[in-house]
């Protein structure tokens, strides 16, 4: 598939998340279902990183999100969602070890049919992070037409960053 691109539907897939519950500080939670149309008529941020724990995702990407998550529900954005190609257990300890609360949701792609759907895909075996990775991007969706999409071309964060976000908003 071509990658998704401006004004482009959602697709429908079905991501793994864990709720986030404060009295679970050294376990994670049930893993549930969040379904991509649970987006209509909603606002969201979505975006994605090639992996949790990495240096680049857990100490700028994940981190500017959180900081500017008020700035962004300012602007009208309902829900904030991290997403990567890592099981919904990684994604709940990785939530965690960043304090993002209940701010951003922590969405696993683990079978990858997010990122692959949405042409958002990348391999990265030479790293040993495996053939179905996220690339690292950002989108603004809108009752499920995307409205901006950001995707990094070269290492770090610049067009995916919350601030490249709040700048399209």
């Known amino acids: 598939m071509s990658q998704i691109k401006v004004g482009d539907t959602l697709p429908s897939i079905t991501l793994k998340y864990c709720p986030y519950d404060p009295s679970l500080k050294d376990a994670c939670g049930i893993p549930q279902n969040l379904s991509t149309d649970s987006f209509k008529g909603k606002k969201v941020v979505i975006f994605g990183v090639p ?69 958002l895909v990348q391999d990265l075996t030479k790293g040993g992070m495996g053939a179905v990775r996220s690339k690292r991007f950002a989108m603004v969706v809108e009752d499920m037409k995307v409205t901006y999409i950001g995707v990094e071309t070269q290492f770090g964060v610049s067009v995916s960053g919350a601030g490249a976000v709040l700048a399209k908003l």
């Open 51 to 119: 992996g949790a724990f990495t240096p680049t995702c857990n100490n700028n990407h994940l981190p500017e999100y959180h900081q500017k998550y008020q700035d962004l529900v300012n602007k009208g954005i309902d829900q904030v969602v991290c997403i990567s190609t890592a099981d919904a257990f990684v994604m709940d300890a990785w939530g965690k070890w960043t304090n993002v609360s209940d701010k951003v949701i922590m969405a696993a792609d683990g079978n990858g049919d997010f990122v692959k759907a949405t042409g």
